[in-house]
């Protein structure tokens, strides 16, 4: 077996593998004109699909249960099917590109997509749902790195922030679409809907890539299949989503399955590690933890994204669960993030080269603690204005986020690197949404078990205060049971409203203290060293 192509993209490493398309130079020339936008709407519109999914089936699990005879908590198997599959998927991205190449192996992924999305949308019972919902993951996973590849070779390296922008609006705003699109197909149409949607952008988007990019295919080899990092990396990975998704449910660490779970996921992470940073082949290349910016950018990209994203979970939850909206008008306070975001995510593409990325991102984590301080000031008076306006403002944070950061993470790699790095990268951002998901309602829950007990202490403390209440309601024609169940009911919903405040009073702290960190990654020395496509 020849163990120097494997290597490097060399002219000597292309003659290993005479039967791929590989004689072509690699990097190839940008795009340029109407192709170029074409490429950019396709892996942009199959990057949009794949996100959305990640979120439009949250607001459908109670019509999805229902139909489907499961209690609403094994409905949320269809959510935690996706996770766990696509989890697993997206750091195998490298591994898979070096034997399939980049264009194949994306236009190969849209297509199996699009077959399990048409799959979840028949699924006769529960069960085969959830096994489609974990076929449509795991193909899922190379699309996000893949696209993000795919589109830094478009650009040329002046141009790469822009790419990047292209990408980002994509990715920031699909999650905030996902819960609004779903509960607007769900209330009007029929869940199955939800997941239809994505066959004819599929389709269009595997044609036009496929159409486009074929001759630009990436160099292939064979690499031995690490089976005991595969295994190892299936395991804990499967093993931490599953005690993240039931955690809230069980207790946590009350439970024996939770208890259980932690230890094969610490265990299975430890000797995952282990294995892989020796082994010649591995299946995720952890060595490019080696380079400080990428070590800097993934770590605070997880850590952004999953408070990020656990805000935009806690937000539509308590406007519905202690306010009244519905899944569509909950969608609806969400939605203005992307008006700023489209806007602006050009121009902080353009203004790479010419800006520190740290400046950027150092502004877009202020202006995320003024909208989280902002949100910690709400109470159970808000009115939908006055929800809306960090919202709109947040689309500014948003459109500073993701370009600099991949920029920096990105920094200085070669092209044949992007996937691996972009799959990694990928990964902790993904794994960093479950665990703020899951870090931010137990939270919530928590505190504002803590408020409920507080408030009930303070209401029934003096009977001067509590008596008036109840004979008023009383007065009203309610009996004495019901006088007190209202006045909890009330209690309650300020218990979680001030709950709510604590998390984003906490928030706000995190993103200021995440201010620093990013100066001690290195500054991109150009565009072209922001996106590796040298």
């Known amino acids: 077996m020849s163990e120097a192509p494997a290597q490097a993209i060399t002219p000597a ?8 398309p590989t004689a072509r130079p690699y990097p190839p020339p940008p795009l340029t004109g109407g192709t170029l936008a074409v490429g950019t ?19 459908s699990l109670p019509a999805i249960s229902g139909q489907m005879g499961v209690s609403p908590s094994q409905g949320t198997w269809v959510i935690t099917s996706f996770a766990v599959a696509n989890a697993v998927a997206v750091p195998l991205t490298g591994w898979l590109t070096q034997r399939i190449g980049q264009v194949r192996l994306f236009c190969l992924s849209t297509a199996l997509f699009v077959m399990a999305s048409w799959l979840c949308g028949m699924a006769p019972t529960f069960e085969t749902l959830i096994l489609f919902r974990v076929l449509q993951g795991a193909v899922a996973g190379p699309l996000i790195p893949l696209s993000q590849a795919l589109l830094l070779s478009s650009y040329p390296a002046a ?3 822009t790419a990047l922008a292209m990408w980002s609006m994509t990715t920031l705003i699909a999650p905030v679409a996902g819960p609004l699109l779903g509960g607007w197909i769900t209330d009007n149409y029929a869940w199955p809907w939800i997941f239809f949607i994505n066959i004819p952008v599929g389709i269009a988007a595997s044609w036009l890539t496929w159409t486009i990019y074929r001759e630009r295919e990436s160099p292939t080899r064979k690499p031995p299949i690490d089976g005991v990092g595969l295994g190892l990396l299936v395991l804990w990975v499967a093993a931490l989503q599953i005690m993240l998704d039931k955690g809230k449910e069980l207790d946590w660490f009350a439970s024996g399955q939770i208890v259980t779970l932690a230890v094969v996921a610490v265990v299975g992470f430890v000797f995952f590690l282990i294995w892989e940073l020796n082994e010649e082949h591995p299946v995720v290349d952890l060595r490019l933890f080696a380079g400080r910016s990428f070590t800097i950018g993934t770590l605070i990209t997880a850590i952004a994204y999953g408070i990020f994203f656990g805000t935009v979970v806690l937000l539509p939850l308590w406007v519905q669960t202690q306010l009244g909206y ?21 121009f902080v593409g353009r203004s790479i080269p010419k800006v520190d990325p740290r400046l950027i991102v150092t502004v877009s984590f202020v202006i995320f603690a003024i909208v989280c301080y902002m949100r910690a000031q709400f109470n159970t008076e808000v009115d939908l204005y006055t929800l809306m306006v960090p919202t709109v403002i947040q689309g500014a944070a948003v459109a500073c986020f993701f370009v600099p950061l991949v920029a920096i993470t990105l920094a200085g790699l070669p092209p044949q690197m992007i996937p691996s790095a972009s799959g990694l990268s ?3 951002r993904i794994t960093a949404g479950a665990f703020g998901t899951s870090i931010f309602t137990t939270l919530w829950d928590n505190r504002a078990s803590l408020h409920h007990a507080q408030l009930v202490e303070s209401v029934t403390h003096a009977n001067s205060a509590t008596g008036p ?9 309610m009996t004495t049971t019901q006088a007190l169940a209202s006045v909890d009911r009330v209690v309650t919903q300020q218990a979680y409203s001030l709950a709510f405040n604590d998390v984003f009073y906490l928030s706000a702290l995190i993103f200021l203290a995440l201010t620093p960190l990013v100066w001690f990654a290195k500054r991109p020395r150009a565009a072209g060293d922001a996106g590796g496509a040298h």
């Open 159 to 161: 141009r790469a922030g």
């Open 13 to 20: 490493g292309r003659l290993a593998a005479p039967a791929a």
């Open 426 to 428: 990928n990964f902790a």
């Open 326 to 346: 519905t899944a569509t008008d909950a969608g609806f306070v969400l939605a203005p993030v992307g008006i700023l975001a489209l806007l602006l995510s050009p």
């Open 41 to 59: 709407l396709a892996l942009a519109a199959a990057t949009f699909m794949i996100v959305l999914d990640t979120s439009i089936a949250n607001v």
């Open 469 to 477: 209440i109840l004979d008023q309601l009383a007065a009203a024609g």
